[in-house]
């Protein structure tokens, strides 16, 4: 059984966040393989369903993107997961707009709910779908604060930012798709 899970924050005020693009591109896929968010379990809303002959777990964490890591490890617990069965997917503040890219066993990068996830497990040997945001933009050459990028991701896309992330999640679906049919090595060659 293979685990998918979307990254974000629970609640319509944060629906078209871009710390909700986890959850935007697991909500394509889900409605592409007619899977509904039927269930509550594990502190997330699931869908469970079968895809390329993998029978799946889709699920939303509903505790904030800052402590995924207590759903994901209480759904790895009750499905028992294999770590090397787990694709967490969430937004990059290090790509680019719309940029994806498929990793197995890489660091947070900085990502509060990653982080939340590592340490929860234990393990950072699971594989993540990256989704670029981009970064907040400061005047002249200062580095944008914690308090600009907290700003930043629990915004909205910009219209011409929308027009990206549109195109960019059917790609996002079919590049999970691939994962489940072909395996991790070929989704990474024909995504990344």
């Not at 509904?36 to 799946?56: L, N, W």
């Amino acid at each position: 059984m293979k685990l998918i899970v979307g990254l974000g924050n629970p609640g319509r005020g944060y629906a078209n966040n871009r710390h909700n693009v986890g959850f935007v591109c697991l909500n394509h896929f889900a409605r592409k393989q007619g899977i509904r968010f039927d269930k509550k379990q594990g502190k997330a809303r699931i869908g469970t369903g079968e895809v390329a002959d993998s029978k799946v777990v889709l699920a939303k964490p509903q505790t904030y993107v800052n402590l995924s890591g207590q759903s994901v490890s209480r759904l790895i617990k009750k499905f028992n997961i294999n770590l090397n069965d787990l694709l967490v997917i969430h937004d990059d503040l290090d790509l680019p707009v719309g940029k994806i890219r498929i990793r197995h066993g890489s660091s947070s990068g900085g990502h509060k709910g990653v982080d939340s996830i590592i340490f929860c497990l234990g393990s950072q040997d699971f594989s993540r779908l990256r989704v670029g945001i981009g970064r907040p933009t400061t005047e002249g050459f200062a580095e944008p604060s914690e308090a600009d990028i907290v700003a930043y991701v629990l915004s909205n896309f910009t219209p011409d930012e929308k027009q990206i992330i549109v195109q960019v999640i059917p790609r996002v679906s079919e590049a999970i798709y691939c994962l489940l049919a072909e395996g991790l090595v070929a989704a990474m060659n024909k995504y990344n």
